[in-house]
């Protein structure tokens, strides 16, 4: 939403801006001891907690504090005019490999690279190359939709579609329509969108079966390098509700054969990989790039989706494949971000005790985030 409003003085509803400040610690799970992790003070007892169980933790910090310290660069979760505004203070003294490359600075073209065009034209591409898909497909690729009668000509949309406004994320923005036509308070939905962000993206409902995130890494000369890919559960309404730290999960392969998920995730990355080199987004970001992708069933077969959406910054998926490396590789387990009124309970999460062996978490629940919060996230391992 920062990057669609594209102002420096964006401001986020309040329980948005309760669950960013909340959350400000979470990005310790990706940094390594020698970096820094703005974010709000939060007490000792929950760091000692953290680094006794197997995470080496960074400075937490405010930006007043690192003001005059030499940075090799400046990684946000993501990239806003928002963001560039917090961290102009702090830009003169990052590296020049940093100052030369496209996140130092935010230019009018990122605001269109940024949004869900880029999901679009990444999707068209694959598709593309359907003649060749054995465990992929793509039903119908995605519409760009500028006005309402372009609805009408539509033949895909007959048993159900969904529509996405150009700047959202992590589930938000999304209108889901059952019918051909959609209703009137979906209609209202749909031209408070066209009014505000000119067009949204429409495309086929799916019968999901799974979904899973693959994850990319953007390097400065162009070179893409796969990092691993994570499953993940969305609600009735799409939005995150928790990532699973097992490679193959019971829940998916119970409905897949294992195999053909190790061969239909092999052919996404690979058809992922050229299309990600035609968008040249080493122009535009460096960093890392996750893509939901879905597993769907179509009459008595099941394939994937390869790109349902393309996030291109730090994403859930991305932790995950950092918590995983702290996870004993026989343990099982998910991680989410949970609100609770009844913050007593989840005060005490920090004190249950981890089953610990050879450095890694066997079993137990964990506070990765302060505890006392509303909004935490928290790691729970059998």
Wanted: glycine share 4%; net charge neutral; proline share 6%.
């Amino acid at each position: 939403m920062a990057v669609g409003n594209n102002t420096i003085s964006y401001q986020p509803p309040l329980h948005l801006q309760k669950f960013e400040e909340q959350l400000s610690s979470l990005p310790h799970i990706i940094a390594q001891e020698k970096d820094f992790v703005i974010s709000t003070p939060f007490s000792s007892k929950h760091l000692d907690h953290l680094n006794t169980s197997g995470f080496k933790t960074p400075a937490f910090v405010t930006t007043n504090q690192i003001e005059s310290i030499e940075l090799d660069a400046l990684k946000p979760w993501g990239w806003s005019r928002v963001a560039h505004r917090k961290l102009e203070l702090l830009k003169p003294f990052c590296s020049p490999a940093f100052k030369s490359s496209p996140n130092y600075k935010w230019v009018e073209d990122h605001k269109l690279f940024f949004s869900r065009q880029s999901s679009y034209k990444l999707c068209r591409s694959i598709f593309e190359n359907n003649s060749s898909f054995n465990l992929l497909d793509i039903p119908h690729p995605p519409v760009i939709i500028t006005s309402m009668d372009e609805l009408k000509n539509l033949r895909f949309i007959e048993k159900g579609w969904v529509a996405k406004s150009p700047w959202s994320s992590s589930g938000r923005g999304i209108v889901f329509v059952k019918n051909t036509l959609p209703s009137q308070a979906e209609q209202k939905l749909l031209q408070t969108i066209l009014k505000q962000h000119k067009f949204f993206v429409i495309e086929p409902c799916l019968n999901k079966l799974a979904e899973t995130s693959l994850q990319f890494h953007i390097h400065p000369n162009g070179d893409i390098d796969y990092l691993g890919h994570a499953f993940f559960v969305t609600n009735d309404a799409g939005k995150f509700s928790g990532s699973i730290i097992d490679l193959y999960p019971n829940s998916v392969t119970s409905l897949i054969p294992i195999n053909q998920i190790k061969d239909a995730i092999d052919e996404a990355v690979e058809n992922l990989l050229k299309a990600l080199l035609k968008l040249k987004i080493h122009l535009y970001y460096n960093g890392p790039v996750g893509i939901d992708a879905m597993f769907h069933q179509t009459q008595n077969e099941i394939f994937l989706h390869p790109a349902i959406e393309i996030n291109i910054r730090h994403s859930m998926g991305y932790l995950t494949l950092a918590l995983r490396k702290k996870v004993h590789p026989l343990a099982t387990g998910f991680w989410e971000i949970d609100f609770h009124q009844k913050q007593h309970r989840l005060s005490t999460i920090s004190q249950t005790p981890l089953e610990m062996e050879d450095g890694f978490i066997k079993k137990g629940e964990i506070a990765l985030t302060p505890p006392e919060n509303e909004f935490i996230a928290r790691m729970i391992i059998n």
